[in-house]
């Protein structure tokens, strides 16, 4: 059979046995490899995880920047809803910070609202909500309905929706995460210092994904 024969028969085939398409992922990998593991492979579509850092620290601020610095490498972007305007931009390069929608809020009520539209929207693979600042008084008039209504949404869209703050609040969340890391100033110098952070499932409703939950993985 000639060249030309076998690149047409090749052809044909495509065409009456065209692949199937890959089934979509259910997870978005953030590239921090610990968090990865834990999680299940990255971090639920259409679902909410809250990320629980209950001391004070730079380890969440860190943890939003190695996202960001994921979303640059893997091409798509995040919206972060930033619910005490508290991030800090110089601590990205301004290639990642091309991927980013930085929503400024003073009140923990409008980031909510934001986080609504932005769920809306569908168009941010990931959608984060850092409500670390945030006073626990404020978190606590939050009623469970608003975080209802944000998985419902989350639940319509290919969109991985994280929050983060200081106390465990978000009875819808399918995923809890504890963020265990305290770190000072002087941590962050260490080269790859993103990879010592430390992570504790508290709940996951994917156990699927999940095959054990790990009591810390370092």
Known sequence: MSARNIVDLRK?????????????TTVLPTGI???DRIAGGGLPKSAITELIAP????ASASLIHALLRSAQRDQHFVALIDGSDSFDPGSSDNSALQHL??????????????ADFLLRDGNFPLVIVDLVLNSVEELRKIPQTSWYRLQRLAEAMPTGCLIINRQSLVSSAQLKIVLQNSWKLTDLE??????????????AHLKSQISNQQSAIQ
Do not use: G, M, T, Y
């Open 55 to 58: 001391k004070a620290s730079a």
């Open 12 to 24: 044909l085939l495509a065409a009456r046995f065209p692949r199937p398409s890959p089934p979509p």
């Open 33 to 35: 490899e610990v968090l």
């Open 190 to 203: 260490h080269e790859n210092a993103i990879s010592n952070l430390r992570f504790h499932v508290q709940r």
């Open 101 to 114: 929608l930085w929503v400024r809020c003073r009140k923990a009520f409008d980031a909510i609202k934001a």
